[in-house]
């Protein structure tokens, strides 16, 4: 072929909208003036994934002059949203927010429409919030070690905010580290089952942190330890679960961006850039603290290699408890 022939060609591609600008290429033209970026929350409004994804876009509108619209797209385990963003337009105005969920759906869910891997590509990891393992006031079980014990010598129960959530998933983690066999119980969200620990209905519950602090410090219910690697600023007298006599007991519910997988990589490293400093601002730091958030802000590449971590992390943990989705 002439080179004058590949020339016309490319151009035509161009016109077509094929080839990407310059600017574009480089994220320098992203995002537009006029755009309105949607911020798909793949769960109900007023959750926690939802309150995070709210502040990070606010902050993003006013710093890049631009609309950002939070549309909550719940169901399906958070598979509907994650769906709806695999299939968008990769212009980087169609956004979705994760969790540890997500990273648990690549093996829960094998026969997906989308592929969470190859659809979606990662833009920022934004902060993460410690599970809090609660029994009852009321409870016998006074530490954690007490309930490594119990677990092994009688029937206990424990709720979750249903199949495959993260309260599932560190019970089923907790049972095949201790080699015990703690009951599950489901329930379609946090608040039931925090209504039925309280009541002395459930043994335990390996509960998301904002979902339990206000009772553990209402004293309805008692903290045994939280999983994570040091101790919680809002509760500093309880142990963390190494502290507490299982040190690989680590587990915290994160949430973080993804975008389309076509999304040029210049405009997700400047997308990814920007969330991080929204993040790392002393009082957004402050205002997650009291949410019972930590913030954990790691840039595109960063939160790929703790992605895939997580993913094959929970693969074997389901596996091995041979967890189905509801």
Known sequence: MQRREVMQGAA???????????????????????????YVVPFPPGGLTDAMARQIGQQLGERWKVSVVVDNRPGGNGQIGADVVA????????????????????????????????????????AGSPMLIVVPAASPIKDLKELMAEAKTRKLNAGSSGNGTPPHLTLALFNDLN??????????????????LIGGQLDVVFSNFPESVAHVKGGKL????????????SLPEVPTTAEAGMPTLLVENWT?????????????????????????????????????????ARAPDRFAAFLNEEIARWAHVIKTADIQPS
């Open 12 to 38: 035509a591609l161009a016109a077509a909208g094929a080839l990407a600008p310059v600017a574009w290429a480089q994220g320098g033209d992203y995002p537009k003036p006029d755009a309105t970026i949607r």
């Open 87 to 126: 299939k968008a337009a990769p212009d980087g105005n169609t956004l979705l927010a994760i969790t540890l969920t997500h990273a648990a759906n690549v093996t829960l869910f094998p026969k997906s429409p989308f592929s969470f891997q190859k659809d979606l590509r990662p833009v920022a990891l934004i």
């Open 179 to 196: 080699k015990s066999s703690i009951q599950h119980v489901p329930y379609k969200g946090g608040a039931p089952s925090m209504t039925d």
């Open 222 to 233: 008692r903290a045994l330890a939280i999983a994570s690697k040091a101790r919680y600023p």
């Open 256 to 296: 973080g961006m993804m975008a389309p997988a076509g999304m040029p990589d210049a405009a997700v490293q400047k997308l990814g850039a920007e969330v991080v400093k929204i993040v790392t601002q002393p009082e957004m730091e402050e205002r997650m603290r009291q949410q019972g958030f930590s913030a954990d």
